[in-house]
């Protein structure tokens, strides 16, 4: 057994030092305010005071960090978009993911699984052959694949989805992956603290003050800031804060809903999504089976949890894996997905000077932590938006230059 | 919310209706402005609150209004849209 965990066992007072620091007060005033820590908002708070030298920020966090939808994901990180503006985002991202480990100096447990996007009909194997060709184009290495791929990567799996949906290909894209969420908040958390930015929990902002157009500061729940700078990234409360500010979003919530199996020993490597079944899998390094449908039918401000997602879900498991019927379902959740009409983020600046959004995130947010973390900083400190970005500007609706990426969505949403 | 109430219809299992957002004015196509248009097209209220909103009952085909509270997920009254001055 290793000297530091004997010590560890044997310490009257918890030996490790905390991810982060707890603070007594906010001060008087800040560089930058960021809403929300969730991976986005540490991220940005991590970048900004690592590659752009801001360090007087605050991360405000109504709860806890990585408490939203941070870590009710489930973990999936991939770079097989549809438009070239997303495929250059999220292979970015993929690239940031693969050594921030190392940066973080903390295990993220993040594993490359390859991603098969399974297709069930002729159109979904259209749209996967055109997603294969754009990604393909930029350099994604991204693939069409037909059912035997599928079955020797997966022997467990029914290729006739029980008859009633035959696979007749996949989308397949080696550098899928999974990371633990938790890690990825603590990793940036940590990170940003040690770099001098206060992070503060159980600090709800109550609004957001503007003169002549600009930010001026931050009334919260535990006293008013003075700050130029308030980056929004609250995701499923993005609209409660826009509201303060009569900014005007497309944003609307729907909850998004997942579960868990009882951990078993592990037999499934890739990562499985199905539009046509509603269903993404992948198993855990614990064992789980995560998985997740698609968004709950109407508009939700909470994150309760349903019967009838327990069920559908698991009948289109079955469809898959009929050897599953005697596991268990361990834990079920929701968040809540700020979804756009064009399935692609908002970020950027905002008709309110000094007020930046980092939102839209819907349902595909975890896996660009790390990109929208970094390009966020950079519009934040030079007031400029970053190019990776132009395309997710919320100008885009009033100039009908939509993003379209809503064949990318990994379920039918 | 697990049951929903059709005006026709009573009340039914809410896997039975379809969710068409919130009740929201049309601005004249002919006479609006780009800005206006746009913003009637992509922007909503995404704010929690008290709402009133069009459903379907999809096995009757019957269009209803509902005023629902988003946050707690309960209806508070269901009628057809003549029914009620807006």
Sequence with gaps: MPLRLLRFAAASRYPEPRMFRAHEGLRRAYDVVIIGAGGHGLAAAYYLARDHGIRNIAVLEKNYIGGGNTGRNTTIIRSNYLTPEGVAFYDESVRLWQDLAADFDLNLFYSTRGHFTLAHTDSAMRTMRWRAEVNKHLGVDSELVGPERVKAACPHIDLSCGGNAPILGALFHAPGAIARHDAVAWGYGRGADRRGVEIHQQTEVLGIDVKAGRVTGVRTSRGNIATPRVLCAVAGSTPRITRMLDIRTPIYIHPLQAMVTEPMKPWLDPILVSGSLHVYVSQSARGELVMGASLDPYELHGTRSTLDFVEGLAAHMLDMFPFLSHAKVNRQWAGMADMTPDFAPIMGKTPVEGFYLDSGWGTWGFKATPVSGKTMAYTVAHDREHPLIHGFRLSRFAEYELTGEKGAASVGH | ?86
């Design chain 2, 1 to 86: 919310m697990k049951l929903l109430r059709c005006p026709i219809n009573g009340l039914r299992p809410v896997s039975e209706f379809q969710y068409a957002g919130e009740v929201r004015p049309m601005p004249d196509p002919d006479t609006c402005t780009d800005e206006q248009w746009s913003d009637y097209v992509f922007n909503r209220n995404g704010a929690p609150g008290i709402k009133r909103e069009w459903w379907l009952h999809i096995a009757s085909g019957i269009w209803f209004i509902a005023e629902r509270d988003t946050v707690a997920d309960k209806v508070l009254r269901t009628y057809l849209f003549n029914e009620v001055a807006p």
